[in-house]
């Protein structure tokens, strides 16, 4: 054992401790049994922490009549209060719960949404040791031999550095950290290091993904040089469709990883795909019905709630978070028995027209299918139809004839009323890149 994993050994708290002993700190292996055990006392240390240290936590529980230790976890979980994004805009000590001084890093809110952001402050301990104990090792096959580009925001962000800690600290890789398009790390650069490094690991959004595929072409960078296992992508979800296009770019797998500065890490796609493994032992997850919140079973599609298990600095305890999706409890192929969540979108994503809802995923997976269409779109809704502004593939001359024959197939295979409008080129964003963009508020939701 080394002097720093010897260091942070020692400091790990006694819930992660207990679980996590030498040799079996293996979230991925652990029998249902031993998972459930963790999870009671992890919920009741967790809403306990909050209970003594937090106001805005202690408040809560109070009008909602509950005492932490009077509770049967997780049967009682629902009895404690939502938290929403909206409570803790704009207040970057609202979640505190250690004193201020332990506070070494904060990160803040990337979301495309307007409005306050969101900072989540971290303890030392929550960063280094918390976060990187619970370890998955079938779930996150990076090892020492492994040269991992990291083109994740490292600039205001959870996601580069939290990468960047597990992929060093916790796996032994060698990190560079590239960034996603900051002042230094343009496309080209990043393309460079990649090949000149021979990198086996490309980690960044599926946008990015793209646009550096596109570069590459342009810079006359051959991506078959750069000897990859595979690419992981985050930060923003996709349709099968779109992740076929990015790996046939690539030339190599494409895997997903799900995650949210609140929470940490939440979910981790297998080599099986088919789902997210939940990161069970960082975080405990529900699924709600968004209007009603009442707690949905296995199968039912609605919001993703997290209550975080390790981190003391903010804990984020049965957070909203704007996300749509549902838990599959059966077994796995590749033989993980964590359950797995599938992803539909963000809840503000949802298209609406003529009163029914669509995930952006679904009408993203039949215009990615158009080989006509290229990498680049974007959804604005009307009352009555979608609107697709798309740019061709290349090599592709836009007429009226293609145009038609894309919205009637779209309109047969999806059911709904589409135009299409091509545009020679979509505006490239920097930070996440916007899909649907609603020109009118959604007068149906609040
Ligand atoms: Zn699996």
Aim: aromatic share 10%; proline share 8%.
């Amino acid at each position: 054992m080394s002097y720093l994993s010897r260091r942070l050994h020692l400091r790990l708290p006694e819930i992660v401790r207990e679980y996590l002993r030498e040799g079996e700190n293996l979230v991925d292996r652990w029998p249902p049994e031993r998972l459930a055990g963790y999870h009671r006392q992890a919920l009741f240390r967790i809403l306990t922490h909050a209970w003594e240290h937090n106001r805005f936590y202690r408040r809560k529980f109070l009008e909602a009549g509950i005492v932490p230790a009077a509770l049967a976890l997780p049967e009682d979980l629902h009895r404690v209060p939502l938290t929403s994004k909206e409570e803790i805009r704009g207040q970057p000590w609202v979640l505190l719960s250690v004193p201020r001084h332990q506070v070494s890093q904060i990160h803040v809110s990337t979301g495309t949404t307007g409005g306050d952001q969101i900072y989540i402050p971290h303890t030392w301990e929550d960063l280094y040791v918390r976060n990187l104990a619970p370890a998955m090792r079938r779930l996150v096959p990076v090892g020492i031999d492994d040269v991992v580009i990291n083109a994740l925001p490292y600039e205001m962000s959870s996601a580069g550095l939290a990468f960047h800690r597990t992929f060093q600290k916790g796996c032994g890789a060698l990190v560079m950290p590239a960034g996603k398009g900051g002042y230094y790390s343009t496309p080209e650069r990043t393309l460079r290091a990649a090949r000149d490094l021979g990198a086996t690991i490309l980690i960044t959004t599926p946008s990015y993904a793209v646009l550096l595929a596109e570069v590459a072409q342009e810079e006359k960078i051959v991506l078959a040089e750069i000897p990859l296992r595979f690419l992981w992508l985050t930060g923003e979800g996709c349709s099968p469709a779109f992740r076929e296009r990015i790996e046939a770019l690539w030339g190599h797998p494409a895997y997903f990883y799900y995650g949210s500065l609140e929470a940490g890490p939440i979910g981790i796609e297998c080599m099986a795909r088919g789902g997210y493994h939940l990161a069970a032992g960082h975080v405990y997850v529900e699924i709600v019905d968004p209007d009603t919140t009442r707690p949905l079973a296995p199968g039912e599609t609605g919001e993703i709630v997290i209550t975080e298990l390790t981190r003391l600095a903010s804990p984020v305890i049965r957070y909203r978070t704007g996300d749509f999706g549902y838990l599959d409890d059966a077994p796995c192929a590749c033989g993980v028995p964590l359950w797995k969540l599938s992803l539909r979108g963000r809840v503000d994503d949802q298209i609406r027209v003529n009163g029914v809802a669509h995930s952006p995923y679904y009408l993203e997976e039949f215009l990615m299918r158009s080989p006509e269409v290229g990498n680049w779109y974007q959804f604005l809704p009307k009352s009555d139809r979608i609107s697709i502004r798309v740019e061709p593939a290349p090599g592709v001359t836009p007429s009226e004839a293609i145009r038609q024959a894309i919205e009637s197939r779209l309109e047969y295979e999806t059911g709904i009323p589409v135009e299409v409008q091509f545009v020679s080129q979509v505006p490239r964003s920097g930070g996440k890149t916007l899909r649907v963009i609603h020109e009118h508020p959604d007068p149906d939701r609040g």
